[in-house]
């Protein structure tokens, strides 16, 4: 299997990438999983799972097709961003069509080349999507919700002694991500400023990281 992470400065595509790699790993502990990715992601996060980066920097997708030449993957599966075409050595391919913004996913939607894709996976809800699937890949679309992980017990000692937290004592975090664009970071972080006030201004005690 062969996951297609446009990964930038951010790690929503990886991330997503590894958890469902991590599931098919327990269900299928001799499964052969590798990713392609455009920046060189901290071995750590990719736990013994094979990498490709692509070459000069991540401009473009230079090795993809060659790659899915000559690795010959049963499965490759795109993240977000259609390709222009589908490498003719594809057997099945899998496409995760996260939300996007109105014209973009009308786009997308429109696109004749989702109709190559043998499976299609939302990670919305129906209610999270309101969008109307073409006639042609509804069969094939599947809704399953948000793709997360189950937090690890041991994770959260260790994070909760790291920043000293309470378990008892209200907790935010927040995420602006690092693959978005900085108009909308700094949007973002605008509204996080705001609902630190709101808190504090109600006397509630809590931790903000």
Not at 56 to 76: F, I, M
Not at 114 to 137: K, S
Not at 166 to 192: C, H, K, M, W, Y
Request: glycine share 6%.
């Amino acid at each position: 299997i062969l996951f297609q992470a446009r990964n930038r400065r951010g790690l929503g595509h990886l991330a997503r990438g590894l958890n469902i790699a991590h599931e098919l790993r327990k269900l299928a502990p001799h499964s052969q999983i590798a990713f392609y990715t455009r920046n060189t992601p901290e071995q750590n996060l990719l736990d013994g799972f094979t990498c490709h980066v692509e070459p000069n920097d991540g401009a473009g997708l230079a090795d993809w097709e060659t790659l899915v030449k000559q690795w010959l993957p049963d499965v490759t599966v795109y993240d977000t961003m259609l390709p222009e075409s589908l490498p003719a050595a594809t057997q099945r391919a899998t496409f995760l069509m996260r939300r996007c913004q109105d014209s973009v996913q009308h786009n997308i939607l429109a696109n004749p080349l989702l109709r190559q894709f043998d499976c299609i996976l939302v990670p919305h809800t129906h209610d999270d999507f309101p969008f109307e699937l073409p006639p042609a890949i509804q069969e094939r679309t599947h809704f399953i919700g948000p793709i997360v992980r189950t937090a690890d017990p041991a994770q959260q000692a260790s994070l909760r002694t790291v920043y000293g937290l309470d378990a008892n004592q209200l907790t935010l975090v927040s995420t602006p991500g690092g693959g978005g664009f900085e108009q909308q970071a700094a949007r973002f972080i605008e509204i996080i400023v705001q609902a630190h006030a709101l808190i504090e201004a109600k006397g509630i005690a809590f931790r903000h990281i």
